[in-house]
């Protein structure tokens, strides 16, 4: 393993998830050489790794009926022609992995391309970087982005594991691939997904969009990170006491989340027929590890059940897309995947595993390309700076608590009586906390609280904006949608951050 | 949350602590792995997954270490459970473990159906 290291190269793609990697791929194909830096490993780090994502997959003849479907209820912001574009990348570039990974076949003998396995989906594209000449630099976080005096961004800094040591990428463009962030939920794969993205684009002038949905839960045991919620579609749920309780249909989320606050929630799985029990193993092979290590059989025992957050993973907000290549409105700057706002094709609800997985796929693919094409234009590989700024350079001083930092963020951001039924006094008050926070965290090295400090700050802002109920966001205060919020939510800066709605929508 | 390696089962390729993507483990040549930062486990089983040895062990419980008892575990039969079922590596061989993820979307439409 290399240390500390300095390499130029024409795209430099920052995250190895799912969106990152189809984004190496689209730079690569566009004729850049391209360098992938991952905090983690490419192949384990990351929400697509650790669970199972399906793709919004519609055939062409069906694609009119599932765009009118989804724009019937998603809160109406939205816009048809970024879905159209999704629908038809993600269509026509998944099924060429096929020499790379194993699709399986129905009954029928038909390929199942729409739905892949997570770790198997992540081996088989870092093969296909491998195969491609991707310099992939794996346990090398990035900390900040490098910009030239004319405000391109032209690289990133960042410090190699293990030892610590400093590595810098110069480059004639960057995608942005991070992920959005659960807050460290344990929600599964999600420990490194800490916003890093949202702060760095911010630091260079991005704005982002969609930030006030993030009131996204996914079930799992108690305790656990298994947020795999298929077998609980035939969950049966009790209290304390025994007693059976009203949870069911589409969403359980809000009818669960009011439950947990009453007190301990139990479920047991007693419902699901015995085929689908036997195939379990083989459709989610992690779901019953919690389960077989405790000795607690799910389909005749009670277990203590919770909701962990998916804050921006399986919410919307990110970094706002300016244009068809997913530029973020900076130059030599792109975004893919949950670092993107999603709320210009999902709308005001979550855009689920689908929606996102055939996102991460197309904008990796747009982005790449686009930063290629940008990085083609420019011939300059130098001389840019560092431009990050919180949680970058430590000024001694008193020390900073940083799991009380990291518990107030939470606070705000996961409890259910704050971040899921909200209130404009109570998501005032968690701002007021959090802009405390920040200005703590300004001579600090702590830059990942740093990064989900200022998402959550930007999340508050936005939510505090948006005084009306719409899609996944419900204000208690305002329990109605309000015509005149039927546009999308931006908001900006750093120390002083300022949210505002969009003038009119925007097309693509 | 990392529980425990079999040091007797473990062949010290390394390959936990390549691809543990919160960097759990540190490598030692020649020697099993370290468990250096186990306050930093995610619980992703990822690890279980990348070895080849079935020698690593992660406990359900993501917020503490349990105390799972490695010989106990061991004849238990629960070691490389995860690879097994992925049909990872030699468990590919054989169609035992067929990669049955896209039956999810049926499961949820009988789920719904049941429900109505």
């Keep these: 393993m290399r240390a500390g290291f300095s390499i130029t190269t024409d795209v430099l793609v920052i995250g190895g998830g799912m969106a990152g990697a189809w984004a190496a791929i689209g730079a690569r194909r566009a004729g850049a050489s391209v360098v992938l830096v991952e905090k983690g490993w490419l192949g384990t780090s990351g929400v697509t790794a650790t669970a199972g994502p399906g793709h919004w997959w519609v055939a062409p003849a069906d694609r009119p009926a599932a765009i009118a479907k989804r724009l019937a209820q998603s809160g109406g912001l939205n816009d048809p022609v970024w879905m159209e574009r999704i629908l038809e990348t993600t269509w026509e570039i998944l099924p060429t992995l096929s020499d790379v990974y194993d699709f399986s076949r129905d009954e029928q003998g038909q390929p199942r391309y729409r739905a892949l396995r997570g770790p198997e989906y992540m081996r088989a594209l870092r093969r296909r970087l491998e195969q491609i000449g991707v310099t992939i630099i794996d346990h090398a976080p990035a900390q900040e982005l490098l910009r030239h005096a004319d405000g391109s961004i032209g690289g990133a800094r960042g410090i190699r594991h293990p030892g610590g040591t400093d590595w810098q990428v110069e480059s004639g463009a960057v995608v942005l691939a991070t992920g959005g962030t659960s807050f460290r939920s344990h929600l599964l794969g999600s420990h490194n997904n800490t916003g890093d993205g949202y702060l760095m684009a911010a630091e260079a002038g991005a704005q982002l969009s969609g930030m006030e949905f993030t009131s996204v839960y996914c079930i799992a045991p108690a305790r656990t990170t298994l947020t795999r919620s298929m077998s609980f579609a035939f969950a049966t749920y009790y209290d304390e006491a025994g007693q059976v309780l009203p949870i069911g249909g589409p969403d359980i989320t809000r009818p669960l989340a009011a439950a947990l606050l009453r007190g301990p929630v139990f479920a047991d799985l007693a419902r699901t027929p015995a085929d689908i029990r036997a195939q379990v193993p083989t459709i989610s092979p992690n779901f019953l590890l919690p389960f077989r290590r405790w000795g607690i059989d799910p389909y005749t025992r009670k277990f203590e059940v919770t909701l962990h957050g998916e804050g921006t993973i399986r919410g919307i907000g990110g970094i706002a897309v300016e244009d068809r290549d997913c530029g973020a409105g900076v130059p030599g700057l792109f975004v893919a995947g949950d670092a993107a706002t999603r709320d210009q094709f999902a709308g005001a609800i979550s855009g689920g595993g689908n929606i996102n997985s055939a996102w991460a796929l197309s904008s990796g693919q747009w982005a790449g390309a686009g930063a290629a094409r940008f990085a083609a234009r420019s011939t300059r590989r130098s001389g840019a700076r560092g431009i990050g700024g919180t949680g970058l350079h430590p000024v001694g001083g008193p020390q900073i608590d940083a799991p009380a930092i990291l518990a107030q963020v939470q606070d705000a951001m996961l409890s259910y009586d704050k971040a899921l039924f909200r209130d404009g006094v109570r998501l005032r008050a968690s701002l007021a906390v959090l802009d405390q926070a920040w200005s703590e965290l300004a001579g600090s090295d702590l830059r990942e609280l740093a990064a989900m400090t200022a998402s959550a700050r930007w999340s508050l802002l936005a939510s505090i904006t948006r005084a009306e109920s719409r899609g996944i966001h419900q204000r208690e205060d305002h329990s109605q949608p309000d015509p005149a919020l039927a546009r999308r939510i931006r908001v900006h800066g750093l120390d002083r951050p300022i949210a505002a709605p969009e003038p009119e929508r925007q097309a693509a | ?116």
């Design chain 2, 1 to 116: 949350m990392i529980e425990f390696i079999l040091s007797d089962a473990c062949n010290a390729c390394g390959t936990c602590a390549e691809v543990c993507p919160t960097g759990v483990f540190d490598a030692v040549p020649g020697q099993p792995p370290v468990i250096a930062r186990a306050g930093d486990c995610q619980t992703c089983f990822m690890c279980e997954l990348y070895c080849q040895q079935d020698a690593i062990f992660v406990g359900p419980d993501a917020e503490r270490i349990e105390g799972f008892d490695a010989q106990t575990t061991r004849i238990s039969g629960l070691m490389g459970e995860m690879r097994r079922h992925h049909g990872w590596d030699e468990w590919a061989l054989g169609g035992h473990y067929p990669n049955q993820h896209w039956r999810m979307e049926d499961v949820f439409a009988r789920a719904r159906a049941a429900a109505e």
